[in-house]
């Protein structure tokens, strides 16, 4: 009996030196600003607080980022004057760290009355309980975790549940290994330093330095850079874009499945080439998307091309004026089906459209638009998009599309979907770039 209990107080103080349990708290009504770097808080009559563009705070060994918001947001995502301070109304909170993310609970208002958390809300992994009314809580195993936000969310605090495993020694400390190659290091062993180089393929994380190196033998993933100094969370210090040769050296750790070299150090870095966007059709666009989780987004760039199904819609605001992007519809046929959905994409040159050149594109036209690809989801319901992207060439026209509208003048009418119209009836409609109402 003496001996069974030894080895298995044994075990546990086994498990509990190979890994860290750490709880950390983000306390936005405590320290918001100052979290974010903010001049200070919004109010009724101040703006200091509010997020112009994403802002990262960082406690212990983890960071949130939090965006401006999305296109067309009236009210931005911000630092509130009244608690709960932390107040978004779009947008997404990408958490990442060090070690893993097994909870986090998200505190609203202590009054259930007044708490706020939009049921639109989604997790790009793990599961979400909306069961609690002054609080949530997300659970799963992850490093990074992206937090879509569907609208009107009110936090207090944040509190993260991390667990670190024990990193392996360096079995030869000041000792560079034997260069090897990404195969040896995908059928290798963990615990071992492997020494490999190769082409930065895509780049996960630009704090921490989450990458992908391939060689002719395979494809290794980076999990954690340091910097000239031998400090983390400084990747971008080192200026590696994708594209660039690079040389490295660190532990092998067999993460969920995943072969990663963790908090590598960097040997060499021979700057590359940017690799084309490659260009595709609807169908491979719509392939991509159905391999991606709910709510996540492309690394990789694209062009997909494809005839418009739609009227497309350039969105207005209260005043009629156009924010500058279009939304639309976009099929591998004329009038065809499976569709891809083009949200919030721009003219040439990332240019906002105008009064003059909305009627450049209209339905049965033939396409190209570069933009990442999204599984967007909300409400249960899937659509596959095209995100933010811009025109590319429209029926093969690749600039001065704008020549057939250059003749509009000041009694040149439109209605509020971007539409010529010849002969208005009663309604609302944009004539001269003025909202109007023809009786």
């Given at each position: 009996m003496k001996k069974t209990l030894r080895f298995s107080l044994l075990s546990m103080l086994m498990m509990l030196t190979a890994n860290t349990f750490a709880q950390t708290v983000f306390d936005f009504d405590a320290n918001g600003k100052e979290l974010f770097g903010l001049a200070g808080e919004s109010s009724n009559e101040l703006s200091d607080g509010d997020f112009t563009e994403?802002?990262?705070?960082?406690?212990?060994?983890?960071?949130?980022?939090?965006?401006?918001?999305?296109?067309?947001?009236?009210?931005?995502?911000?630092?509130?004057s009244k608690s709960p301070k932390l107040r978004m109304y779009g947008g997404s909170?990408?958490?990442?760290?060090?070690?893993?993310?097994?909870?986090?609970?998200?505190?609203?208002?202590?009054?259930?009355?007044?708490?706020?958390?939009?049921?639109?809300?989604?997790?790009?992994?793990?599961?979400?309980?909306?069961?609690?009314?002054?609080?949530?809580?997300?659970?799963?195993?992850?490093?990074?975790l992206t937090i879509n936000i569907g609208g009107n969310t009110q936090i207090s605090?944040?509190?993260?549940?991390?667990?670190?495993?024990?990193?392996?020694?360096?079995?030869?400390?000041?000792?560079?290994?034997?260069?090897?190659?990404?195969?040896?290091?995908?059928?290798?062993?963990?615990?071992?330093?492997?020494?490999?180089?190769?082409?930065?393929?895509?780049?996960?994380?630009?704090?921490?330095?989450?990458?992908?190196?391939?060689?002719?033998?395979?494809?290794?993933?980076?999990?954690?850079?340091?910097?000239?100094?031998?400090?983390?969370?400084?990747?971008?210090?080192?200026?590696?874009?994708?594209?660039?040769?690079?040389?490295?050296?660190?532990?092998?750790k067999d993460y969920n499945g995943t072969i990663e070299l963790v908090d590598v150090t960097v040997l060499s870095i021979t700057k590359g080439s940017t690799p084309e966007v490659q260009q595709i059709s609807v169908a491979r666009a719509l392939e991509i998307i159905n391999g991606l989780e709910d709510g996540m987004t492309t690394n990789e760039v694209y062009q997909v091309k494809g005839f418009i199904v739609t009227d497309p819609d350039f969105q207005r605001r209260d005043d009629g004026s156009l924010y500058g992007n279009v939304n639309m519809d976009i099929a591998d046929q004329v009038g065809g089906s499976p569709v891809l959905t083009v949200f919030r994409a721009k003219n040439f040159d990332n240019m906002q459209f105008t009064e003059e050149t909305i009627s450049s594109i209209e339905e049965g036209d033939e396409v190209v638009i570069e933009g990442k690809l999204q599984k967007f989801v909300k409400n249960d319901v899937t659509t596959p998009e095209l995100t933010n992207g811009h025109l590319i060439s429209v029926n093969g026209k690749t600039s001065g599309i704008v020549s057939v509208s250059q003749s509009a003048n000041a009694d040149t009418i439109f209605d509020l979907q971007g539409r010529r119209v010849a002969q208005p009836t009663k309604g609302l409609y944009i004539i001269g770039g003025k909202k109007q109402l023809v009786k």
């Open positions: 994403a802002k990262t705070a960082k406690v212990g060994n983890f960071s949130i980022t939090v965006s401006a918001g999305v296109e067309g947001q009236k009210t931005p995502n911000r630092i509130w909170m990408t958490i990442a760290g060090t070690e893993d993310i097994k909870t986090v609970v998200f505190t609203l208002a202590a009054n259930a009355s007044v708490a706020k958390w939009n049921e639109g809300n989604s997790a790009s992994v793990g599961s979400l309980d909306n069961s609690a009314v002054t609080s949530v809580t997300w659970t799963g195993n992850t490093r990074e605090k944040i509190t993260i549940n991390g667990e670190a495993e024990q990193k392996p020694d360096d079995p030869n400390p000041g000792e560079v290994p034997e260069l090897t190659t990404c195969a040896q290091v995908l059928a290798g062993t963990d615990g071992t330093v492997y020494h490999i180089k190769g082409t930065c393929t895509e780049i996960k994380n630009t704090l921490y330095g989450n990458w992908m190196l391939k060689d002719e033998t395979g494809e290794v993933f980076i999990f954690g850079t340091l910097d000239a100094q031998g400090n983390t969370k400084n990747f971008s210090s080192l200026g590696i874009e994708v594209g660039d040769v690079v040389e490295v050296y660190g532990p092998r």
